[in-house]
DNA sequence: TTGTAGGCGTTATCAA
DNA sequence: TTGATAACGCCTACAA
């Protein structure tokens, strides 16, 4: 693979690099018939531009990155992988790249991560999600003038553009589906106290125990890692209490796929003995047994989004909404009774 | 954000920016002295390469890309985001860089995209996988010497260092397992016929059949889309058949996903009768219900391995062995029978 | 052991 | 409309 650069065009057309530079570029001080010689040459011989080169002199990288929160082998959270490929679908369309990495477990090593992707100009902004109340990265790249967007906003006061889903109210929604169905014990199987979107669909759900005329009993909220296994795990325990709940609400789809996978091992019926929910509405919650109730959101529309807003503030071009509210459907299904 | 360059450091000691370069880089030739007092220097003063600078002089991009075979907005394999997560924990450990992107549908997209790629000098390797009998990719990186390794190997004649796991032995095994369970009508729900894994495990689907004395029927073996709503489709049309099987032997997991879902849709008991089966140990496999039947395979491991190896050609050191073989674990659950 | 200088491929600022 | 030229930040002969 002989690498063609702008030179060897340039030399074939006995121009100077500088005219054919422009010409590439679209620029307008250059003739029409000139600048179509350049174009046709350059598709004739292979040529894409350097980018090291470009980002060296443009000190810009056209890169935007994003940072997986996890790093255990097991990971496998189908919410990211839909999340990933919406990322990955639309990046190219504004000529971006992506660039991927994971967080590791302590957030001494995410800190590192940001500040040498910051430092080595790696990518020109970031992509972030599970954000927390208080995040560390909202305040770095806000300080450090990197631009970046997140899924959630955080509580420290910055303005950055997001994608806020109605946590709140959606899980409101389902609690009182729930409670409709019959249910009268509702337990909340949720996730670390600082993550935003625990606080907010735990609020749902106390707001939806409310309506109903519900006890909130802090007993049947529990602390689980975010993956099946903690789910399960805690979902087990939940039934163990002296007066058990009778329908789990899981603050993900992964921890419900365990608490399913719980209850059917203590023997219980799904839908009439005990209900289970989710959040996110990922496509395996479809072909669970029974299949899922969750709350959908449009996860890869969601990452599209995500990046299309990242994309017009690195063209400084303004963000026409700072906040996109966006409202989870509820999908009702057998887990919640028929 | 104050970017610190080379420069500065030199400046600020006043140092030549060769020397505090070669101090940086641990070259001998410099006092151990002056190397300590650049290396202070550039600590405290929060210096980190430029990513551009470096990648132009030195023509490499320490990067490394992996195109992911999809593009659909559903698309959530399981086995992806596993896959992922491994290489995105095994890159930072080489001082590599993960770029992404995702393929589309369309081969062509496919073939531009590597192109751009290479052409444009945005990574010094590639990891494949889902190779093909006769894989352009494959030809293509090879003709223009860049390096790759790839999970399982192309029928292309090209050496490349790979993880090869027995698809036909384990496949096999499975078949037998399921015969010992009773189960007497064997179905094949595949993929695509030009995917390498879709040829061996066929294979040993077949190899496993003339084991156990079944006689092959054609009409058993069945072509889906590599999802959950594909498996759930082709389960449903089999079960259609005058003459249905009373076990299906999937792909891959997801595909077993939907098929245990059609299955209980038509109120069979999934074990006793009929018996579903799966490929890659995906976690979720665990919690279907019942649980999935599967050979497992290590994916975040395997995709360690693959970075591990290009790492290795990329410094171009030997890789050990050029094939690392494995052996899927058969892991016995109730979805083929108690 | 250290400094000087040239260049990696592009883009941008000048003149011509 | 075009061409020469100087950066961008880093690395590495070669010279001192």
Redesign the pocket.
Known sequence: MK?V???QI?EHL????????????GY????????QRVLDAAQEMG????R???Q????KTDAIGYILPAGTPGFSEAFFSEFLVGLGDETPRHRLDLLISTAGSSLEREKELYRDWVRSQKVDGFILNRIRLSDWRVRYLHENQIPFVGMENSLDGIEYPHVEVDNTGGVAALVEHIHRQGFRRLAFIGGPQDLKIQVARLAGYRQGLAHCGLDFDPDLVVESELSAAGGYQEARRLRWLSNPPDALICLNDEIAFGALHAMHDLGLVIGREVAVAGFDGVSASAHTRPPLTTLDIPIHQIAQTLVQALALRLANRPVQQNCLALTPRLLLRASTGA
Do not use: C, F, G, H
């Not at 006995?14 to 570029?25: G, K, Q, T, W, Y």
């Not at 040529?47 to 350097?50: D, Q, T």
């Not at 060296?56 to 000190?59: A, D, P, T």
């Open positions: 690498k650069t702008i030179r340039a006995n121009l100077s690099i500088a005219a054919v530079s422009r010409a590439l570029d307008s001080d250059i003739s029409i018939e000139t600048r040529y894409v531009p350097n090291a080169a470009r060296l002199r443009r000190q």
